[in-house]
């Protein structure tokens, strides 16, 4: 091995230790009120653990390119001086790079699996670097036997020039988020190629070793501290870099094979025995914590039942039902609940005579689980979610599971469902949405790939509504799911144009679907329906727009994502504004209140928000309720917070953690309080715990 191999080899290393460090430090960084601690151990753990697997793979590559290029012109390729031709090689190189890693990021969001595609995202960009290496020792080979400086400068900027304009473009579009870590790797590594050949690392060879045997050591005591783990999670689940080497890691140190590290926040408090792993049935009363959550179950938390209680809902009122669910609906941006811009017009003016809810949770932060409970007034994890064949991605609803719908069909109501063909509600994915519709109407299209949709299919669905509405007989349950909202953001025709920007946009789409929604209530007073139809209109989740570095939603429990504008009209109820914290599992059980319909309300679950109608808050003992989320597919990422105004306590599964918000001083969520020092919070420790006793095992395992 020559000298400049080595020299390559050890440069090549540093680089990209040096680039997985910066992305995964880059994006966990923002964490709300991660302490100096614990961001003094990611520090560790980026320079220590990433730095080691980046280092073997560098090898490899270095290897590689000793095989497939001569030696010398390989070195060359990364020499970066500016006085040798290589620097334009590191331009076009650079700019390739981000472009490949952008459109390898963008393309494994499909597969819905983070852990994939970041695994992905590592190995194609790894290999985008050494076609990249190997083209620029040819490019170098080219020049050394007299090929044209001027040409490989006219390529490389217009390489750079074509990147940009590239990004730029999509980012106009809504297509790509410009994520400055993402782009931090390769930037970084070429930068550190760069200063590790000017001031040569590799003369100090034995400082570097002692540097980075002490940072894997402090790294590795890391893991043993208490925000050791939690540092862990978080470069595991920040950073496309960072996180597969961690999972990786994890992978290793899972001694039982039971799917659980004991170290690096992996959570398996007995890394020994494989009976014991968070994803085990807790067996009460056995002396031993199973599922690794809160000790022995001994008497974990019942399911609650709503009260029927008094209203002047006595008797069946048959009222016609419509629920209409939008996409991504946030609180915040409905005009009807509290926005800057007048988004929603006509609900506004129905909100005068409705309950709006200010403080309405949905289930859960996606679509399909947060529905699903809507209709079931289940939590997620309540839900019983068959595993039907091994070719079917998601899990079914089974026929156990209380549903809305159903029990409205058995009391005569003719039940009408108009929504598009996205794969959640066909037999394509068969998740069980259609049961109990006399009418379920999938033929709307919608343009819908790896999670962004396009188009305007609103107006298709409200006239379909009304010509099943005039067709059907009373009273009739009609469910709308409108999409606009969803990302990507577009201008709908005829819309106002609020701005430029994504949120305008947004509120453009909130716009349009209240537009249309003026057109069903329109169509419903002609039909001479209105006054005797109950509504209910939500979002079916929120929406992040970069709260806690976050975009879109399905990722946490932070408010964004999980609080839709919502209101209920109820013929001849007066209207009023309520700040009582409220949820979707709530919804279906006050729904069979008002109808009066006992018969449907005893199979559910949840709380009847009946009492509001004349109260301002609820029986003192039914004010919290749980949200959760975690993978269709597979039960993972688990997360659970349980609300009780103004306190909200998170769990989540990766990394064992609880933390407790106070939303009355804390709106935003940006301080974490440990819930284990605070005395308000023991209280609802106690019953998510006993919920989580309950619920865990339940959402994992083929059944
Ligand atoms: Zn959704």
Not at 26 to 44: D, N
Not at 173 to 183: I, N
Not at 413 to 441: C, K, M, S, W
Request: hydrophobic share 50%; charged share 20%; with cysteine.
């Amino acid at each position: 091995m020559s000298r400049a191999f080595i020299r390559q080899l050890a440069v090549t290393a540093t680089a990209f230790g040096t680039a997985s460090f910066a992305e995964g430090l880059c994006a966990s960084w923002g964490e709300p009120a991660a302490s100096l601690t614990e961001r003094l151990l990611r520090v560790a753990w980026s320079v220590g653990l990433l730095a080691l697997p980046c280092a073997l793979l560098a090898a490899a590559i270095a290897w590689l390119l000793a095989v497939l290029c001569d030696e010398d012109s390989f070195a060359d390729a990364w020499r970066l001086r500016p006085s040798r031709p290589a620097l334009p090689l590191a331009v076009g190189a650079l700019s390739l790079l981000t472009l490949a890693e952008y459109g390898v990021a963008l393309w494994s969001r499909r597969f819905h699996n983070a852990e994939l595609a970041a695994v992905l995202v590592a190995l194609l960009t790894s290999a985008a670097v050494l076609v990249l290496t190997v083209v620029g020792a040819a490019v170098a080979r080219w020049l050394r036997a007299g090929g044209s400086r001027r040409v490989v400068w006219a390529v490389s900027v217009m390489s750079f020039a074509l990147a940009l304009a590239l990004l730029v473009s999509q980012s106009w579009a809504g297509l790509v988020q410009l994520d400055a870590c993402l782009a931090a790797a390769p930037l970084v590594f070429v930068l550190t190629c760069f200063a590790a050949d000017r001031w040569l690392l590799v003369r100090v060879a034995p400082v570097k070793i002692v540097l980075a045997a002490g940072a894997v050591a402090l790294a590795a005591a890391a893991s043993f501290w208490g925000s050791g783990a939690r540092a862990a999670t978080m470069l595991a689940t920040h950073g496309a870099w960072g996180r597969p080497v961690i999972v990786a890691l994890r992978s290793v140190s899972d001694f039982d094979r039971d799917g659980y590290s004991g170290l690096l926040g992996g959570g398996d408090c007995a890394p020994f025995d494989r009976r014991i792993n968070p994803s085990a049935v807790e067996v009460p009363n056995d002396g031993l914590d199973n599922n690794c959550v809160g000790g022995d179950a001994g008497n974990a938390v019942e399911i609650r039942r709503p009260i029927w209680g008094a209203s002047v809902h006595g008797s069946p009122t048959n009222q016609n039902v419509v629920i209409v669910t939008i996409e991504t609906l946030r609180h915040d941006h409905a005009s009807f609940v509290a926005a800057a811009r007048d988004t929603t017009p006509n609900l506004r003016q129905i909100a005068a005579s409705s309950l709006v809810f200010e403080r309405m949770y949905s289930a859960a932060p996606y679509t399909r689980l947060s529905l699903a409970s809507l209709f079931s007034s289940l939590a997620p994890s309540e839900i019983d979610w068959q595993l039907l064949a091994p070719e079917k991605h998601m899990r079914h609803i089974s026929p156990r599971t209380p549903w809305l719908p159903e029990l409205l069909a058995a009391r005569g109501y003719e039940t009408i469902a108009v929504l598009t063909n996205f794969a959640a509600f066909t037999p394509q994915e068969d998740i069980g949405f259609e049961r109990g519709f006399r009418h379920y109407d999938v033929s709307t299209a919608l343009t819908y790939r790896g999670g962004t949709m396009w188009g305007f299919p609103a107006a298709e669905q409200v006239d379909k509504a009304l010509a099943y509405v005039e067709r059907a007989k009373r009273p009739f349950f009609l469910w709308l799911h409108l999409f606009e909202p969803h990302f990507r953001y577009e201008q709908p025709p005829g819309a106002p144009v609020f701005g430029a920007d994504q949120r305008a946009r947004y509120d453009a789409e909130i716009w349009h679907v209240d537009a249309q929604l003026g057109r069903l209530f329109q169509g419903l007073r002609r039909l001479r329906a209105w006054d005797d139809t109950v509504l209910f209109v939500t979002g079916d989740h929120g929406e992040a727009f970069g709260e806690h570095d976050d975009r879109w939603h399905g990722t946490n429990l932070f408010d964004p994502q999980v609080r839709p504008a919502a209101l209920l009209r109820v013929p001849g109820v007066a209207g009023k504004r309520l700040d009582v914290s409220v949820t979707f599992t709530d919804v279906a059980p006050t729904l069979a209140r008002v109808l009066g319909d006992r018969e449907t309300f005893d199979q559910l679950r949840g709380r009847s928000l009946a009492p509001l109608m004349h109260h301002r808050a609820l029986p003192a003992a039914q004010s919290g309720f749980v949200v959760e989320t975690f993978n269709i597919e597979d039960g993972l990422a688990y997360q659970a917070a349980l609300v009780d105004y103004p306190l909200k306590l998170v769990y989540e599964e990766a990394g064992q953690r609880f933390a407790l918000f106070d939303l009355a001083h804390d709106a935003r969520e940006q301080q974490p309080l440990d819930p284990r020092s605070d005395p308000r919070a023991s209280p609802l420790l106690r019953e998510l715990v006993g919920y989580l006793e309950r619920a865990r095992p339940r959402v994992l395992g083929p059944r």
